[in-house]
């Protein structure tokens, strides 16, 4: 079965830490009337520090949405080929051996999207496939494990390589002064992250099983409104509520193959907010040290979209990971509102960083073998403490 290897992830050099946040909060929105309970949710947000790819005062003014994207586009091919050299070195291939590139972001629009650059860049093969995904906001890193699974099984052998690339910073909207952008402004922060999924060898999470869940009727609770100044970020007082349909979803298809959806060995979960943890525990029955890495996440980087699932494994990763046959959950919770699952097992024993697994080559897959789905827009998505409302 495809298994899932260890992620590189990189943060930029520039940090700004919840004690600063809090501090422009009250010198920018001196004014607002609702500044004291915006205040108080971005303390409840557990998020410590965040990276981001400007300094705060660069990230503070807007040059325009054209100027922003143009900023985007440099960053990531800047900063993704780096995360992608380390990744195929943790799985023991190289860029010749990848079969499918699934690209995912929120953050930034690109057409053709970055997946043509790095092939025309990087060395991958001209028939490698390509998968962009940009409408699943956070809930795409859960989406682009599911998507590898479902490629490396339909060609047994085939690798794909996964590229969450999630600048935050670069949605950060001054004049939008509504709660839900405010705490954002506190939330999110920038990370580059890639992983392989190799069809056959390898060391990490043996994907056995993977399914999605829309809640139904529940399109408006997270959005991006696209404005002339560019993506702005819209929260419902929902949101926070959202475990109490989803948890049963991740439950009934640990139930569908024989497992307990509160019973596995590890879980890498997207750490939208602290209470998205908290009340997935409770609903799973599991204590709070289960979502460990997925806390470190949020409280070291704040919410990085995408790239948090990603970040949940490198740190399992850099634990020694589990012992071999240990059961995994991995999800991802979006907009829709969306989840996207995985269950898996963990094979083989880690390798010393720096020193990658014995390489199997890639298969050069014919153009016969059909051709991916795209996406084309953006999104993204938080969990936020209750109060909140867009």
């Excluded at 819209?234 to 991740?250: N, S, W």
């Amino acid at each position: 079965m495809p298994v899932l290897c260890r992620p590189a992830v990189a943060v930029p050099e520039h940090t700004i830490t919840r004690q600063e946040t809090l501090d422009l909060a009250r010198r920018l929105h001196a004014g607002h009337e609702q500044l004291p309970l915006v205040l108080r949710l971005i303390e409840n947000t557990g998020v410590a520090k965040r990276h981001l790819v400007q300094p705060i005062e660069r990230t503070l003014a807007h040059p325009g949405f054209e100027a922003r994207n143009a900023l985007y586009e440099h960053e990531a091919k800047a900063r993704v080929p780096a995360v992608v050299e380390e990744a195929l070195a943790h799985a023991g291939l190289e860029a010749r051996d990848i079969d499918m590139i699934v690209y995912v972001s929120c953050t930034g629009f690109m057409m053709p999207s970055l997946t043509a650059w790095m092939i025309n860049t990087l060395g991958f093969r001209g028939d490698t496939r390509q998968l962009p995904i940009a409408q699943l906001g956070c809930a795409a890193g859960g989406a682009a494990v599911n998507r590898a699974h479902d490629f490396c099984t339909a060609y047994p052998g085939a690798n794909a390589l996964i590229v969450a690339c999630e600048f935050c910073s670069l949605c950060y909207q001054p004049t939008d002064l509504t709660v839900g952008n405010l705490l954002s402004n506190g939330l999110f922060g920038d990370a580059v992250a890639a992983a392989v999924v190799r069809g056959s060898g390898g060391v990490g999470v043996r994907l056995e099983r993977n399914g999605s869940h829309l809640v139904p009727d529940s399109e408006d609770w997270i959005a991006y409104k696209v404005r002339e100044t560019g993506f702005h970020f819209m929260l419902d007082k929902r949101v926070p509520g959202t475990m109490e349909q989803l948890a049963p979803a991740l439950v009934d298809l640990a139930a569908l193959h024989g497992q307990d959806a509160g019973g596995q060995d590890f879980y890498l979960v997207h750490a939208g907010g602290p209470r998205i943890l908290d009340d997935l525990g409770s609903h799973l029955g599991v204590p709070a040290e289960a979502f460990r890495h997925s806390r470190a996440t949020l409280t070291e980087y704040g919410n990085i979209a995408s790239a948090v699932v990603l970040d949940a494994l490198r740190r399992l990763f850099e634990e020694g990971g589990p012992a071999a046959g240990a059961t995994g959950l991995l999800a991802g919770f979006g907009p829709g509102i969306t989840a996207e699952i995985s269950l898996g097992r963990w094979t083989g024993v880690p390798a010393p960083v720096g020193v990658p697994a014995p390489a199997t080559a890639g298969l050069g897959l014919p153009a016969t073998h059909g051709s991916a789905t795209v996406g084309t827009a953006a999104t993204a998505a938080i969990a936020v403490p209750a109060g909140v409302a867009s």
